[in-house]
């Protein structure tokens, strides 16, 4: 029960701290960069809240990037070397210098 507690209680610290920082940051840059108003407290943690729900939590996307590269691998690893191969060339085919788009339509 006590390590409960000193769970909800450091969360409760985080965000406290984090609402801060936001704050501070927002009210130090966007003013002078941007010309928007400083924010409050409870503003600058309705930003944190609405970011976590749009970024999904505070994995961010990140842990979407290991989720999709586990993934990737467990694909590698069932393909023959003829099925490697042909992805291989596919991706070639598809990629141009620095990330361009060469010939044919982007893919969704």
Request: hydrophobic share 50%.
């Amino acid at each position: 029960m006590g390590k409960v507690v000193k769970m909800i209680v450091l969360a409760i610290v985080a965000m406290a701290v984090f609402g801060l920082v936001v704050m501070a940051l927002w009210n130090w840059l966007m003013p002078a960069i941007f010309g928007v108003a400083v924010i409050t407290y409870w503003q600058a943690l309705g930003l944190l809240v609405l970011s976590w729900i749009l970024l999904g939590g505070f994995r961010g996307p990140a842990f979407r990037h290991h989720q999709w590269r586990r993934r990737m691998a467990e694909r590698w690893a069932r393909m023959s070397p003829e099925e490697r191969e042909r992805f291989r060339e596919e991706m070639h085919k598809r990629w141009h210098h620095h990330g361009k788009w060469h010939g044919g339509e982007r893919p969704s």
